[in-house]
Nanobody
Framework: QVQLVESGGGLVQPGGSLRLSCAAS????????MGWYRQAPGKQRELVAT???????HYADFVKGRFTISRDNAKNTMYLQMNSLQPQDTAVYYC?????????????WGQGTQVTVSS
């Protein structure tokens, strides 16, 4: 079992930056594929970015070149550096931990952190 706690959300002006953190506890952090998702009001939750290792990352097209995902396995923490934020980035951002093998398939979620981009 993994417990995930996001932090770093807030209100920022268009063009600004925020850094989200996701702190994990309760299991071996390094075995999980980690990801950030977001959900805007009235919309479905969507993938933002995922990371297995520093050399294995994936980004949604709408954040490429603006957001950077990273993880520090020694600190059991994942990050999302968000630059050039736009009003359409306003959403609740969720941290996800995923693990699967031939016998198991786990997904864990944090409680979310609100990001609001507005002038």
């Amino acid at each position: 079992q993994v417990q995930l706690v996001e932090s770093g959300g807030g209100l920022v002006q268009p063009g600004g930056s925020l850094r989200l953190s996701c702190a994990a506890s309760g299991s071996i952090f390094s075995i999980y594929a980690m990801g950030w998702y977001r959900q805007a009001p009235g919309k479905q939750r969507e993938l933002v970015a995922t990371i297995i290792s520093s050399s294995s990352t994936h980004y949604a097209d709408f954040v490429k070149g603006r957001f950077t995902i990273s993880r520090d396995n020694a600190k059991n923490t994942m990050y999302l550096q968000m630059n050039s934020l736009q009003p359409q980035d306003t959403a609740v951002y969720y941290c996800n931990a995923h693990y699967s093998d031939s016998l198991h398939n786990f997904d864990y979620w944090g409680q979310g952190t609100q990001v609001t981009v507005s002038s």
